[in-house]
């Protein structure tokens, strides 16, 4: 049974930095694509970054690009997202997600129906 747990979130302001981070159970962790995926109130859940199960390879919302940093740490089971120059517009509750069946970044990594398990997301607030 695969578990995800999401932790940093917090009150931050405009310009702030924060560093989210996704601790996974299981033994699927290292063989897995993970993301990240953000959702503001009233919105749908969106892409933000995504990284294959060796790191080598990563991929970024345009809306986060330059700002934002995805890695992982296999022996760790845990994933990270550094946030840099945070703006309002950057609220919501994040989410880390897990798509056991690839290895590889595909095609469809950006969207939802990819993963197969998700955390309970941590709230991220950046004030003006």
């Known amino acids: 049974q695969v578990r995800l747990v999401e932790a940093g979130g917090g009150l931050v302001q405009t310009e702030g930095s924060l560093r989210l981070s996704c601790v996974a159970s299981?033994?699927?962790?290292?063989?897995?694509?993970m993301s990240w995926f953000r959702q503001a109130p009233g919105k749908e859940r969106d892409f933000v970054a995504a990284?294959?199960?060796?790191?080598?390879?990563?991929d970024y919302a345009d809306s986060v690009k330059g700002r934002f940093t995805i890695s992982r740490d296999n022996a760790k089971n845990t994933m990270n997202l550094q946030m840099n120059s945070l703006k309002p517009e950057d609220t919501a509750v994040y989410f880390c997600?897990?798509?056991?069946?690839?290895?590889?970044?595909?095609?469809?990594?950006?969207?939802?129906?990819?993963?197969?398990?998700w955390g309970q997301g941590t709230q991220v607030t950046v004030s003006s």
């Open positions: 997600a897990q798509d056991a069946k690839h290895r590889a970044l595909t095609p469809d990594h950006q969207s939802r129906n990819a993963y197969d398990y």
């Open positions: 299981g033994r699927t962790f290292s063989t897995s694509v």
């Open positions: 990284i294959s199960y060796s790191g080598s390879t990563t």
